[in-house]
Nanobody, 120 residues
Framework: QVQLVESGGGLVQPGGSLRLSCAAS????????MGWYRQTPGKQRELVAS???????NYADSVKGRFTISRDNAKNTVYLQMNSLKPEDTAVYFC??????????????WGQGAQVTVSS
């Protein structure tokens, strides 16, 4: 069974920084793309950033230049460094990953979500 466990959320003042981590564990054979999404009440979950197994990245326009996604393939972990945070970045952040297991083949897995609140 595969699990994605997130950490690093919290409360930060506008202009501050936070770093989210998401570690995948279980009977993992391979991981393809990994990413971060966010969701606020009443809105659809939106892509924040993604990264391929080769390190190619993609960002939402609203976070370009402020957020950086990275991954450590040896640790099956993806990170999201968030700088210059704004109140509108407040949301629950979810990581996801496309993972290959022997039992289930390729599937997309989600983390449990981490609350990020940007407020003075």
């Amino acid at each position: 069974q595969v699990q994605l466990v997130e950490s690093g959320g919290g409360l930060v003042q506008p202009g501050g920084s936070l770093r989210l981590s998401c570690a995948a564990s279980g009977s993992i054979f391979s991981i393809n793309a990994m990413g971060w999404y966010r969701q606020t009440p009443g809105k659809q979950r939106e892509l924040v950033a993604s990264i391929t197994s080769g390190g190619e990245t993609n960002y939402a326009d609203s976070v370009k230049g402020r957020f950086t996604i990275s991954r450590d393939n040896a640790k099956n972990t993806v990170y999201l460094q968030m700088n210059s945070l704004k109140p509108e970045d407040t949301a629950v952040y979810f990581c996801n990953a496309r993972i290959l297991t022997i039992v289930d083949g390729w599937r997309t897995y989600w983390g449990q979500g981490a609350q990020v609140t940007v407020s003075s």
